[in-house]
């Protein structure tokens, strides 16, 4: 399968003052691929707040970035670079060059914490999909305020953070605002989340097809199921969006279910690990 939402025409976060991709075919995706007519010639952009160089950012030269640094980022794939210093995206072409909005060259690792429970009807039964009775799943959604998007509520690993750390840490922040909480209240929730996550089904490592991606800098992730079987826990869980998210909800996994980068794969995985109904 190609990458598909980072051919968008439009950069994520542009809209204003679109910067526009170039157009890349399914055929031409692929790096093998030789451009017959003329030669690929991508746009080129790196987001002023990437070249403002904070502190989550690499230097403009890609051969600035330490060796050993490149080394550490390859946890789940190789990292190729052109003549000129510049990672290549693995799974090929995007039509646009340059870091976009993320920060680093190379993989920009995040952390996936994929929250589930089985949908119950008022009486407490497990609700089930006719006419084959499949179990169906719910999961802790965000809407993201940068695409509008429903998704899992991730995010990236800081440095110096384990990923276990972050898992924890994105769903306080992104689904239980815990920066808004005061300090007994949050502990409260930290404690709720430890019992949740101290068991956790690892359910994709990887690229993600995140629309952010370009030809230099791309998203992979860890994606962790977090499944209340009884659903007692979660049934203590208030929801609320924090500052990164408009909104949050339990959201019913089932089809016609969208979501943003390629958050439906990691779904469906999940749904395949528990026998529920596929979105
Ligand atoms: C996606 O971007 C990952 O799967 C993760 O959900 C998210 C992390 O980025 P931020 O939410 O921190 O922007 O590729």
Redesign the pocket.
């Known amino acids: 399968m190609y990458h598909k939402k980072c051919r968008a025409a439009v950069y994520p976060g542009t809209e204003k003052k679109p910067v526009f991709r170039t157009m890349v075919t399914d055929q031409q995706v692929p790096w093998e691929t030789a451009y017959e007519t003329s030669p690929y010639s991508p746009n080129n952009y790196t987001a002023p707040v990437v070249l403002a160089k904070p502190s989550w950012a690499d230097p403009e030269d890609p051969n600035a970035v330490p060796l050993k640094e490149y080394e550490k980022r390859a946890v789940h794939t190789r990292i190729v670079r052109d003549s000129q210093g510049f990672p290549l995206n693995p799974m090929g072409r995007t039509g646009m060059v340059g870091r976009g909005i993320l920060g680093k060259f190379g993989p920009n690792h ?3 914490p994929i929250v589930t429970r089985w949908k119950r009807d008022a009486e407490g039964n497990i609700c089930r999909d006719a006419p084959d009775g499949q179990p169906i799943l719910e999961f802790v959604a965000i809407k ?1 305020n ?1 695409t509008g998007e429903w ?6 690993v800081e440095e110096g953070h384990t990923v276990s750390a972050t898992l924890k840490k ?1 769903f306080g922040e992104e689904a239980m605002d815990t920066m808004q909480l005061t300090n007994n209240e949050r502990e409260t929730v930290r404690e709720l989340i430890e019992q949740l996550f101290a068991n956790g089904t690892t359910v994709y490592k990887g690229y ?1 097809d ?1 629309p ?1 991606n370009t030809d230099n800098s791309w ?1 992979e ?1 860890i ?1 962790v199921n977090f499944h209340d079987n009884i659903g007692n826990l979660t049934s203590r869980f208030k929801l609320k969006a924090g500052d ?1 998210a408009g909104d949050v909800k339990w959201m019913t996994i089932e089809p016609g279910l969208k979501l ?4 439906l794969d ?1 779904i469906q995985r999940v749904c395949d690990r528990r026998g529920a109904l596929s979105p």
């Open positions: 995040a952390a996936d993201r940068d998704a899992i509520p991730g995010g990236m994105e993600v995140d952010r998203m992730t994606a990164d943003y980068a390629s958050h990691f």
